[in-house]
């Protein structure tokens, strides 16, 4: 309230902050930004794929070698074990994909991660339902998938009346949510946040009172510093969305772990 | 709790949009505080003993890593449900 | 229970209001419109446009262009193992070759020392041969320059012997008169001159 009449100063509702007009017709900066981390992602990989592998890897080649070493060594080995690698192209894709929506909300001028508004998360979080689902259904059957899932073996027979519901809607509704939910909340938070502290830190630099200008240092740096902060929470929360796909895939293949 | 009264009394009391909108911003507000307690003493949990475990054994620290970010994940994921609630309370 | 209904609730004001947005953006090019959509419930067209994408690049990358990175990268750890593999083996070769150098130099170097040895004992044996030769001509030639002093002593004292019996025979002749025999003279002055020696 005071800062409010003080700087003149009103911050705007969030469902401001998300409008963006379309490029074309049926496509928003969202929609650009999801083609383009497709795009970046696809010539990343082409590009290292034309290269020739005997030689020592160089530029794109490198970078595509890490990614899959760190999917491959981070997140495969340490969730399904030796026998999950094939899973590398769809939990690469997954990574990346994520990775690259998440980082145009640091990246100036962009400043919009592509996973703030529900649509990608949610396209995601349904996606990974689906596949371990149909994984579990494949490699149980579906009766002794649905089986494992509701009563889960080593468990006092007495207890299945508190287990098998709290099991059911855990996997099968709070599973999708919560990935959806923890990937589109994280970056809408920090979107949110770091359009606060510039706003502020531009009301203050252009506020009529000459002695509150200096003041706008302070967030100005939050914003430096959260701008930061971003950058290891895009890596963090694709991260997090991938392993948490390969730990529902594992569980779906080996139901004992 | 007075505040918390009087904020549901007032949100009990709107009946116009304006009076409507300030309750609900109030509840907003208390909601993600209330929210934001339990995963963030849980969070601090996690860490904590994931730090421990990393120096007792330090060999074990890339497995401890992945399940300390698994669990942080899922604790996380409540504090985050409750940010969305909030602006569920202011637009929906 | 809440949030299911309140997202179905907004689903529905946003599929409108995206239609609202799109009907006025077809209109006019300029400054955004409308209110902006709900910050929770999802936008078709992003929707749309996210999954084509994702779904696009996910069947470009796991059918195409991850396995073949992935099989550029087992390539070259499989020559690069290769290249160990060879390495390896040519420095067990290398190493084999300096055994065998060595072995023929050891082989070398114990016959020059056997052949230096022999010459050594050959030498010695000559040196021990010259030795023996040499000493046993000086031992001729002294035994011959004994045998001559020997000989000349005996022929001096033969002399002397001779001259001390006429000396004694003339001596006796003048002091008795009568010539005394010559065989005892001579007789009696080598018992002297002998008993005198030993």
């Known amino acids: 309230m005071i800062i409010n009449s003080i700087l003149s100063f009103e911050f705007p509702p969030i469902n401001e902050l998300l409008r963006w007009r379309d490029v ?34 160089k530029g794109t080649r490198n970078l595509a070698e890490v990614i899959v070493e760190f999917i491959e060594n981070n997140i495969i080995m340490q969730t399904m074990g030796r026998d999950g690698l094939g899973w590398t192209p769809f939990l690469l894709t997954l990574f990346l994909f994520v990775y690259l929506c998440n980082v145009p909300g640091i990246i100036p001028f962009i400043q919009m991660p592509a996973t703030a508004r529900m649509a990608i998360p949610m396209f995601l979080a349904v996606l990974v339902w689906v ?33 098998t519901p709290i099991e059911l809607i855990s996997t099968l509704i709070i599973r999708p949510f919560s990935l959806a939910v923890r990937l589109f909340a994280n970056m809408l938070a920090g979107h949110l946040l770091l359009v606060i502290f510039a706003l502020l830190s531009e009301a203050l630099f ?45 569980g779906a293949v080996h139901p004992e772990h | 709790m007075e505040a918390l009264s009087k904020i549901v009394k007032a949100a009990a009391d709107a009946a116009t949009g304006d009076e409507k909108n300030i309750a609900a911003a109030g509840s907003a507000g208390f909601a993600y505080g209330l929210a934001a307690i339990g995963p963030g003493i849980g969070i601090g949990m996690i860490f904590g003993s994931a730090i421990e475990a990393m120096a007792r054994q330090p060999e074990a620290a890339g497995m401890v890593r992945t399940t300390m970010f698994l669990g942080v994940a899922f604790t996380e994921a409540l504090a985050l449900i409750g940010f969305v609630v909030v602006i569920l309370l202011k637009y929906a | 229970m809440l949030t299911a209904f309140v997202n179905i609730n907004s689903f529905s004001q946003v599929r409108v209001s995206f239609d609202a947005v799109s009907a006025e953006t077809g209109s006019e090019e300029g400054a955004p419109v409308g209110p902006g959509p709900n910050p929770i419930s999802p936008e078709m067209k992003e929707l749309v446009w996210g999954a084509g994408s994702f779904i696009v690049f996910l069947i470009l990358m796991r059918l195409f262009l991850v396995p073949k990175v992935r099989k550029g990268m087992a390539s070259r750890y499989e020559s690069i193992q290769a290249d160990h593999e060879y390495a390896s083996a040519t420095r067990d070769g290398a190493q084999a070759d300096v055994a065998r150098y060595e072995s023929a130099v050891a082989e070398i170097r114990s016959e020059a020392a056997r052949r230096l040895e022999a010459a050594r004992q050959t030498l010695d044996k000559e040196r021990t041969e010259k030795i023996a030769q040499v000493s046993a001509r000086i031992a001729e030639q002294r035994a011959q320059a004994e045998a001559e002093v020997a000989a000349s002593r005996a022929a001096a004292q033969s002399q002397i012997v001779s001259a001390v019996t006429a000396v004694t025979t003339r001596a006796t002749q003048i002091a008795v008169g009568v010539s005394p025999d010559s065989a005892v003279v001579s007789r009696s002055v080598q018992q002297a001159m002998e008993g005198k020696r030993s």
């Open chain 1, 24 to 57: 074309v017709p049926g496509l928003n900066k969202v929609g650009l930004i999801a083609i383009a981390s497709a795009l970046i992602g696809t010539l990343i990989f082409l590009s290292a794929a034309r290269k020739d592998p005997k030689v020592a890897p």
């Open chain 1, 131 to 163: 596949v371990f689902n149909a994984q579990g259904i494949r490699h149980q059957g579906p009766i002794g998938y649905f089986k494992n899932l509701m009563f889960p073996p080593g468990v006092p027979k007495a207890l299945y009346i508190l287990i």
């Open chain 1, 206 to 250: 252009q506020a009529r009172d000459r002695i509150l200008i200096p003041i706008g240092i302070f967030p100005f740096f939050m914003l430096v510093f959260l701008t930061g902060f971003e950058v290891l929470v895009a890596f963090l929360q694709a991260y997090i969305f991938t392993i948490l796909a390969a730990v529902y895939i594992a």
